[in-house]
């Protein structure tokens, strides 16, 4: 590789050195046909594939100095426009081809050197694409960019053709740097020539270029000179027309002043009616204003008194409850306690009718002058007095206790007939409950009878803010001049002879006839008439919320 690198500097040092001879003896500019131009674009591309790894992919090993070569995109942005140029550039299908062609644009750009000792100085990088000992990864390398620098004294016109590119052997030619001094100079001399006759072969081509330019100018001038006539005819003919529309324009100011005139009597009718009513309505307003405040502060009341009752209900439906079960208990003891009654009443009864016997039996023993049989039977009926007497002081005691028990009866049926008193106080609060309905449909009607007045306010507040609208309509918005608009205020497109101009008679701007095409009655114009698009959905929309 030490020989293979050796051997490479010395051919790129003498097809370096030929090229610059020979360019600098000729004293022109090199084109692709050059053999020394060629030779220096085969010794450089052996130079570069020297120690190129082979990368093996799906079809073959592939060997190609194109990819170190794009690296530079990213090294050098300058360089990003020939890398661009190569992509884009029809007919190279290798990558070799896209190789030549980088070199061939670097050298026209005179910057082959500058872009090679970028690349060379990225040694980390190189390492990717060539092996160790490779001439551009060793001094070799940097010793061939200097001898570029040397190239930039030549102007290179190259022609740089894809398929051109893609099949051209790389094979170098060492006869070219074999010649003997006297055939180089012959050699020179017929470059000479072969320059004076270039030369001579370049001012034809001049000249034929130079007389076809001269008849095409002659062409264009009589194109020119039927266009202009064609001109002049067209500008007498809109001359024509400018004149007929003056004419018109004269007309249209008349109508347009004597339309302004009747306008402005109409505003000031229109003026004064609507001061008019905006006095009523500023009277029926504060009218309107002093009723709600006090149908507001009824309204209030009520409210406050509603919710006393409601209160008032609950704690009466609470205690209705507690009644209600304390009646049942009451209902359960009274019937109990009536039992209780009619048991003792039989008891009661069965006692009186045995003291009555009793009683009928003590006077008939009484009447009977059995004395001395008693007096002899005293023995005998002193225990059934004795009897007798502790039955009548039994039944005496049991008299008291029913004559007690008659007396708890008759506290409780007082009892019975106060609770009963308190169901009575429960019908007073049923009445209450009603009147409460009564109370809550009244609000009902009084929150109607506001929603009302408040639909009638929003009614009178449209009515206000029309009549501002009329006003500022009246007062704001000026009659635009034809002069003042060449455009339509809406689409925007130009005036002409078959766009004309139209008065929107609501805001009083310009429009064309498809923006203004519709027609409303305005309260300053009776009659429907001519309105633009914003102006008519305007209209119609308030129109709509003042009739709902």
Same mark, same amino acid.
């Given at each position: 590789?030490?020989?293979?690198?050796?051997?490479?500097?010395?051919?790129?040092?003498?097809?370096?050195?030929?090229?610059?001879?020979?360019?600098?003896?000729?004293?022109?500019?090199?084109?692709?046909?050059?053999?020394?131009?060629?030779?220096?674009?085969?010794?450089?591309?052996?130079? @570069?594939?020297?120690?190129?790894?082979?990368?093996?992919?799906?079809?073959?090993?592939?060997?190609?100095?194109?990819?170190?070569?794009?690296?530079?995109?990213?090294?050098?942005?300058?360089?990003?426009?020939?890398?661009?140029?190569?992509?884009?550039?029809?007919?190279?299908?290798?990558?070799?081809?896209?190789?030549?062609?980088?070199?061939?644009?670097?050298?026209?750009?005179?910057?082959?050197?500058?872009?090679?000792?970028?690349?060379?100085?990225?040694?980390?990088?190189l390492g990717e694409f060539y092996d160790p000992g490779a001439l551009i990864m060793e001094e070799e390398g940097a010793v061939i960019v200097g001898m570029l620098v040397g190239l930039n004294v030549i102007d290179a016109n190259l022609c740089v053709k894809g398929e051109d590119l893609d099949s051209q052997v790389g094979v170098i030619d060492f006869s070219m740097y074999?010649?003997?001094?006297?055939?180089?100079?012959?050699?020179?001399?017929?470059?000479?020539?072969?320059?004076?006759?270039?030369?001579?072969?370049?001012?034809?081509?001049?000249?034929?270029?130079?007389?076809?330019?001269?008849?095409?100018?002659?062409?264009?001038?009589?194109?020119?000179?039927?266009?202009?006539?064609?001109?002049?005819?067209?500008?007498?003919?809109?001359?024509?027309?400018?004149?007929?529309?003056?004419?018109?324009?004269?007309?249209?100011?008349?109508?347009?002043?004597?339309?302004?005139?009747?306008?402005?009597?109409?505003?000031?009718?229109?003026?004064?009616?609507?001061?008019?009513?905006?006095?009523?309505?500023?009277?029926?307003?504060?009218?309107?204003?002093?009723?709600?405040?006090?149908?507001?502060?009824?309204?209030?009341?009520?409210?406050?008194?509603?919710?006393?009752?409601?209160?008032?209900?609950?704690?009466?439906?609470?205690?209705?409850?507690?009644?209600?079960?304390?009646?049942?208990?009451?209902?359960?003891?009274?019937?109990?306690?009536?039992?209780?009654?009619?048991?003792?009443?039989?008891?009661?009864?069965?006692?009186?009718?045995?003291?009555?016997?009793?009683?009928?039996?003590?006077?008939?023993?009484?009447?009977?002058?059995?004395?001395?049989?008693?007096?002899?039977?005293?023995?005998?009926?002193?225990?059934?007095?004795?009897?007798?007497?502790?039955?009548?002081?039994?039944?005496?005691?049991?008299?008291?206790?029913?004559?007690?028990?008659?007396?708890?009866?008759?506290?409780?049926?007082?009892?019975?007939?106060?609770?009963?008193?308190?169901?009575?106080?429960?019908?007073?609060? @049923?009445?209450?409950?009603?009147?409460?309905?009564?109370?809550?449909?009244?609000?009902?009607?009084?929150?109607?009878?506001?929603?009302?007045?408040?639909?009638?306010?929003?009614?009178?507040?449209?009515?206000?803010?029309?009549?501002?609208?009329?006003?500022?309509?009246?007062?704001?918005?000026?009659?635009?001049?034809?002069?003042?608009?060449?455009?339509?205020?809406?689409?925007?497109?130009?005036?002409?002879?078959?766009?004309?101009?139209?008065?929107?008679?609501?805001?009083?701007?310009?429009?064309?006839?498809?923006?203004?095409?519709?027609?409303?009655?305005?309260?300053?114009?009776?009659?429907?008439?001519?309105?633009?698009?914003?102006?008519?959905?305007?209209?119609?929309?308030?129109?709509?919320?003042?009739?709902?």
């Amino acid at each position: 590789m030490v020989v293979e690198r050796s051997n490479l500097l010395s051919m790129m040092k003498l097809s370096i050195k030929v090229l610059i001879q020979s360019s600098l003896s000729l004293g022109r500019t090199l084109d692709s046909e050059y053999p020394p131009l060629q030779q220096f674009f085969v010794v450089l591309e052996h130079c @570069l594939k020297h120690g190129l790894k082979v990368k093996k992919t799906f079809i073959g090993q592939n060997k190609s100095i194109w990819a170190p070569l794009e690296l530079m995109e990213k090294l050098c942005p300058e360089s990003a426009d020939i890398a661009t140029s190569v992509r884009d550039m029809p007919g190279i299908k290798t990558g070799l081809g896209r190789a030549r062609a980088w070199l061939h644009l670097a050298l026209m750009q005179k910057k082959i050197a500058d872009y090679m000792k970028v690349l060379i100085n990225r040694r980390d990088l190189l390492g990717e694409f060539y092996d160790p000992g490779a001439l551009i990864m060793e001094e070799e390398g940097a010793v061939i960019v200097g001898m570029l620098v040397g190239l930039n004294v030549i102007d290179a016109n190259l022609c740089v053709k894809g398929e051109d590119l893609d099949s051209q052997v790389g094979v170098i030619d060492f006869s070219m740097y074999l010649k003997d001094p006297q055939a180089t100079e012959n050699t020179q001399d017929d470059s000479k020539m072969t320059a004076i006759l270039d030369q001579k072969h370049y001012i034809e081509e001049l000249n034929r270029h130079l007389s076809c330019t001269v008849t095409d100018l002659q062409a264009k001038m009589d194109s020119l000179e039927k266009t202009n006539s064609k001109l002049i005819e067209e500008l007498t003919a809109a001359t024509d027309r400018i004149n007929a529309l003056r004419e018109e324009q004269e007309q249209l100011k008349q109508e347009n002043a004597n339309i302004l005139q009747s306008s402005q009597r109409k505003e000031e009718v229109t003026l004064q009616d609507s001061q008019v009513e905006l006095e009523t309505y500023r009277q029926t307003r504060q009218g309107l204003d002093e009723m709600y405040s006090v149908v507001w502060k009824q309204y209030k009341e009520e409210k406050r008194i509603r919710q006393e009752l409601q209160k008032e209900l609950e704690l009466q439906i609470s205690l209705k409850q507690e009644m209600e079960v304390a009646m049942k208990l009451l209902e359960k003891d009274t019937h109990e306690k009536q039992d209780t009654l009619v048991a003792l009443r039989q008891q009661l009864d069965q006692v009186k009718n045995l003291n009555l016997q009793m009683f009928n039996k003590a006077q008939v023993l009484q009447g009977h002058n059995f004395t001395p049989l008693f007096r002899f039977n005293c023995c005998f009926c002193s225990p059934f007095r004795a009897g007798l007497e502790s039955e009548l002081s039994t039944e005496k005691e049991q008299r008291q206790n029913l004559q007690r028990e008659l007396h708890r009866e008759q506290d409780n049926s007082t009892e019975l007939r106060t609770q009963l008193q308190q169901l009575q106080g429960l019908q007073t609060l @049923l009445d209450l409950r009603q009147e409460k309905k009564q109370l809550q449909q009244l609000c009902e009607e009084q929150e109607q009878a506001l929603q009302d007045m408040g639909l009638h306010l929003s009614q009178s507040k449209l009515k206000m803010e029309d009549f501002k609208e009329v006003n500022k309509a009246l007062k704001g918005h000026a009659w635009l001049k034809d002069d003042e608009a060449t455009q339509c205020k809406q689409c925007q497109k130009e005036f002409s002879i078959s766009r004309r101009k139209h008065h929107c008679r609501n805001c009083g701007d310009i429009y064309c006839n498809s923006c203004s095409s519709n027609e409303l009655a305005l309260p300053s114009f009776p009659r429907p008439v001519r309105v633009c698009d914003i102006c008519h959905s305007l209209l119609l929309q308030r129109s709509s919320i003042g009739s709902s």
